[in-house]
């Protein structure tokens, strides 16, 4: 008997893989527990359908990730903080402060899709934008001494 999962199953699939189990298994345990439903022909084209929607909808979200990418990929961002004599800074330069500086020229990121290095010094980094699995954007950062 053959199955749709709705769900993620130890051992036997993930959601919305067609599978072959045993009729008792199937009728016993994964249809009244709501693991699974039967895998009929409309709930085949419904599966089909619903997979064709999600990838067209991942394609226009990848594609919008893109075209933030180029929009910030090797962006220059100037950060003034305060400094000791040997360059060290008082405190750190956070993500946070990267991404308000990159709301100032317009671009809306979320703070957690950022991976920077400790920023403790004065000097030049990269931080890696992650918009999507698959793209990825570098910024460059250079950290400068605020003028007294």
Known sequence: MEVILKQPVRNLGDKDDVVKVKPGFARNYLIPQGFAIMATESTR?????????????QDFIKQQALDE????HGLRLVIETLAGADGKLFGSVTALQIVNRLKDRGIEIDRR?????????????????????????????EVVRKPD
């Open 45 to 57: 084209k419904a599966l089909e359908e619903k997979k064709r929607q999600a990838s067209h909808k």
């Open 69 to 72: 990418a180029t929009k910030v």
């Open 113 to 141: 899709s950022l991976t920077v290095d400790d920023i403790r010094t004065l000097g030049e980094y990269q931080a890696v934008l992650h918009l999507h699995k698959e793209v990825k954007a570098t910024i460059e950062i």
